[in-house]
């Protein structure tokens, strides 16, 4: 995928969330670029390692950082004391609309994904893309091995809540086998 | 010991050329990892009282985006996160007042005591889910209130650095014609991977084989020597600008794509530069020492502080003037989007 295309598909992204009343804060596009990327197969191509709040790419964050430079996505700040939001600026949305190939082949996937995640809070994201990741890395274990794994990896996740990510995460690839 | 280590794996002349210097798969983090692994630094650490764990320190020094096949807890993250961090790192703060001072700059400076004392462990701001707070433990490093002043000064410094140092024109076509040289100089060869061959080498190897390569025109790299040597560097074409960035945001490779295809590959050179890392947001802990805000919440003078981008296309000086006419004539067919093609 052209840098062109990956950063329309991030975009494709953060508008899909929003209408799925997503709070876009930078966690939730991380969880969900991931989501993207690892379930429904999309080569976006960042890499993404185990760090804050479950899988993370320092490569989408420095792009997310370069698109606000360049004027593709504006911070939006919330009302005390809520964290801050990203948003689709005006030359992002010229962007899309250059791109209507990109638009049309991603859209089931991100729309899945936008559908599935967009209305979850931080703390549920990062039980899921975490459950993900490690499913990712070891998918033939039991949904209690995983959850297990999750607890070790963060101490904060309780193995119940870890428990029922991996089951959602099951459930959600089943789910996405026929878009993939 | 990690903060110590933290830079002994760069070449000389810093990142100029790193990636296309090293061999494939090699960067000055891979260097550095190698370095504090070696026999010679192993010794070191066992010796120390209580011994040191080499996997250790380069976890710390290096930090989980650059020792990615590394497992890090909680806290080392943590701690890697003051050495190597975005927002607070000591690399960062260390850099900037240094760099500062060697450039007879006061851009750089900020009052990095009163930011290390307030600097806390604290879990994340607060984001709401439907009705409710959805938040996560996971803890980070933020500040206290009254240190938000310090980090602002920083994240300034930061950016003053940036347009006025790190991104002026001048210094960034230097480091162009550096790695050139560099290039020209290994020949088929790549740096040395090897620790032994890879010491010997310093900035005063170099700038002395720069020296003799300017002298001399049968030399590699006599060419980019004398641009150095002789100030005779390439000159600013185009940069980016808020008026054509509106109509292109691709503008400064379609100019330098356009300028290579009328002049040639030798006489054009494309820069850019645009910050790293996310949303310069961290957890803030109120005076009543229980409620942690976000800094961007915080702050109006962080949510304002703009990123540092910049996108240069040089020439080679000798065509500058021809070439400029060239471009201001048909800047706006070069510079005009276009759209995808549907299937």
């Not at chain 2, 910049?310 to 003037?321: G, K, L, M, Q």
Request: charged share 30%.
């Amino acid at each position: 995928m052209k840098r062109s295309q990956q950063r329309v598909v991030i975009l494709q992204l953060i508008m899909a969330l929003k209408e799925n009343n997503s709070w876009c804060g930078e966690t939730h596009i991380q969880k969900a670029a991931y989501c993207l990327q690892e379930l429904m197969k999309v080569d976006t191509d960042f890499d993404f390692i185990l760090y804050k709040h479950g899988p993370y790419s320092f490569d989408l964050c420095d792009e997310l950082a370069a698109m606000r430079a360049d004027e593709l996505l504006a911070i939006k700040l919330n009302t005390f004391p809520y964290g801050p939001s990203l948003r689709v600026a005006n030359l992002g949305k010229e962007m899309v609309e250059r791109f209507p190939k990109t638009i049309c082949q991603y859209k089931d996937r991100v729309d899945f994904i936008a559908r599935k995640i967009g209305a979850k809070g931080v703390a549920q994201l990062e039980r899921l893309a975490t459950a993900l990741y490690v499913t990712s890395k070891s998918e033939h274990d039991t949904v209690d091995e995983r959850a297990k794994r999750i607890h070790d990896l963060k101490p904060h996740v309780s193995f119940d809540n870890a428990q029922i990510a991996v089951e959602e995460i099951d459930a959600m690839k089943r789910e996405s086998a026929n878009i993939v | 010991m990690a903060a110590l280590c933290h830079d002994i794996g760069h070449l000389p002349f810093s990142h100029a050329a790193e990636e296309e210097l090293f061999p494939p798969g090699w960067d000055h983090e891979r260097m550095t990892m190698e370095l504090i692994q070696s026999d010679e630094m192993k010794e070191i650490w066992e010796n120390a009282r209580p011994p040191l764990s080499s996997e250790d320190i380069v976890k710390l020094a290096l930090g989980p985006k650059k020792a990615k096949e590394l497992q890090f807890d909680d806290w080392e993250t943590m701690l890697s996160e003051i050495i190597v961090g975005d927002s607070f790192g000591v690399d960062r703060m260390d850099y900037l007042l240094r760099d500062s001072y060697h450039a007879g700059v006061a851009y750089g400076r900020f009052d990095h005591h009163r930011l290390i004392d307030t600097l806390r462990i604290l879990p994340p701001p607060l984001y709401p889910y439907g009705n409710q707070l959805d938040n996560s433990k996971e803890p980070s490093l933020g500040v206290e209130k009254g240190g938000i002043h310090s980090a602002e000064a920083l994240l300034l410094a930061r950016y003053f650095m940036f347009t006025q140092v790190y991104c002026h024109h001048v210094r960034r076509i230097y480091d162009i014609h550096l790695k050139d040289f560099l290039i020209d100089w290994l020949g088929e060869t790549k740096y040395p991977t090897d620790i032994d061959a890879f010491l010997k080498l310093t900035d005063n190897e170099i700038t002395s084989d720069l020296r003799d390569a300017c002298l001399d025109a049968e030399r590699p790299g006599h060419i980019h020597a004398d641009r150095i040597i002789n100030r005779k560097h390439f000159k600013l074409l185009y940069t980016r600008n808020p008026t054509d960035f509106k109509i292109n945001s691709d503008a400064a490779n379609l100019v330098k794509e356009a300028a290579v295809k009328e002049y040639g590959e030798d006489k054009v050179r494309l820069d850019g530069y645009s910050k790293k890392g996310g949303i310069t947001d961290f957890p803030v802990l109120s005076d009543d020492g229980k409620t942690v805000l976000s800094a961007l919440q915080e702050s109006q003078v962080l949510a304002k502080i703009p990123s540092v981008v910049v996108n240069y296309v040089f020439v080679d000086p000798n065509i500058r003037d021809e070439a400029l006419r060239w471009f201001n004539k048909g800047k706006a067919q070069i510079i005009t989007p276009q759209k995808e093609e549907q299937k």
